[in-house]
């Protein structure tokens, strides 16, 4: 292999790992945001419980995926180059740096895609682009993920609503506790199994690509298990300003309602991906948990916060797409525009670190307020008045 | 085209029943299994009996749950 390829496909292996641990960092607050904010789950438990899940969950499913860009990229016409999968990772990382930063939950699924689109379009043309697929797989689920959680998670919240009602609540909150922990399981499960298999599919194809595997061939062990690791560990980590919005920003929380979210969203991901309408875990979490706020009697759904997220779905797909596509320009240069481009990559992702820590949300205080703001002087003053 | 349309309503349309279905269901046996085991702690032993199959399907429904979510199953 030429020294050229072996830096390009290294950088893709390290990459294409930053962006599972930055998939699981965004992602435990799907499973476990209203365990948290119930209380149901102590917040170090909680991530812990997942990123465990998450584990598991990576050596349960170790089928490669048989296309990168799922359907998006017509690459039959298009060979999807390792240049191309690296400024789809890093428009994906980035941009799920960015929404972690403000708080919002978004698919990273979804910005992984926008990248790999962005790149293809700058590397290959827009012919390579199925851009029906764009508006069927990515635009329109994500309003529909909306309706179908909402409505399961809001039926479920009225019948437990109306058979509880007459029972003791103290006795109603601690037995939906239970329940609660269990369905926030299965969803960090389901989430292992699809979301690490992701990046082995990336890396796996990407030594097919150069010839360093068979085609047709399992990932390798230690692919498994670097990629198992990654998603575990941010998992772990916790992505706690978006565990905030979602627990705590969208609607008041009680264990019923946890619960009545949880169930309605492990019912949607199991139903979508097995009935063939695959909808983003994000959006169904996020839909379950608007649905429930909705069929809760005196409990209100804070609409800015709720658009907020939708928009910042929407413009997901495109926002990573530019990213991967500016991305794709630089590796034009060679692999010196490459390893560039990478370095500006961990510049511009330690920037939006920093400025996280300005009002870092942690265990600690993830239940102290709903709000996630970029800095901590201004809700002092917020505070005060 | 109109084909593929009709593919992706009627798959979405699917998704909706039976995930609204599914999760009524479970908000229904798991509510139920609480209140008659409530009701079973003052010595109905028909409720309590009732409040145990409920909390089995729920079990049930998990274990069909993890069925689902682990390929090597199916």
Known sequence: MELGTLIVVGLVIIVALI????????????AMATSIATGALKPRTAVLAAGTLNLIGAFLSVEVAKTISGGLINEDAVTIAPEFILAGLIGAILWNLLTWLVGLPSSSSHALFGGLVGAVIVGAGAAGVNFGAVLTKILLPSILAVIVAGLASFTATKIITAITKRMNQDKVESGFRHGQTVTACLVALSHGTNDAQKTMGIITLTLVAVGAQAPDTNPQMWVVAVCGLAIALGTYMGGWRVIRTLGKGLTEINTPQGFAAEASSA??????????????????????????????????????????????????????????????????????????????????????????????????????????????????????? | MQELIMQEVTGFATVLITAVVVAAAIATLYSCGLRLWEKGAEGAVVARAISIVCFAACVVIVLFALWLIVPIFH
């Open chain 1, 19 to 30: 962006f599972d641990f930055t998939n699981g960092f965004h992602d435990t607050a799907n």
């Open chain 1, 267 to 385: 019912t949607v991901i199991l139903t979508s991906s097995h009935l063939g309408f695959a909808l983003s875990t994000t959006q169904v979490c996020s839909g379950s948990i608007i649905g429930t706020g909705l069929g809760t009697k005196g409990n209100e759904v804070n609409w800015g916060v709720a658009g907020r997220m939708v928009i910042a779905w929407l413009v997901t797909f495109p926002a990573a797409g530019l990213i991967g596509a500016f991305t794709c320009l630089f590796t034009k240069f060679g692999t010196a525009g490459t390893v560039f481009i990478v370095l500006a990559a961990l510049v511009a992702g330690f920037v939006i670190f920093r400025l996280s820590r300005r009002n870092p949300v942690n265990a600690m205080n993830v239940n102290d307020r709903s709000d996630v703001k970029l800095n901590a002087d201004s809700d002092t003053t917020a505070q005060a008045a």
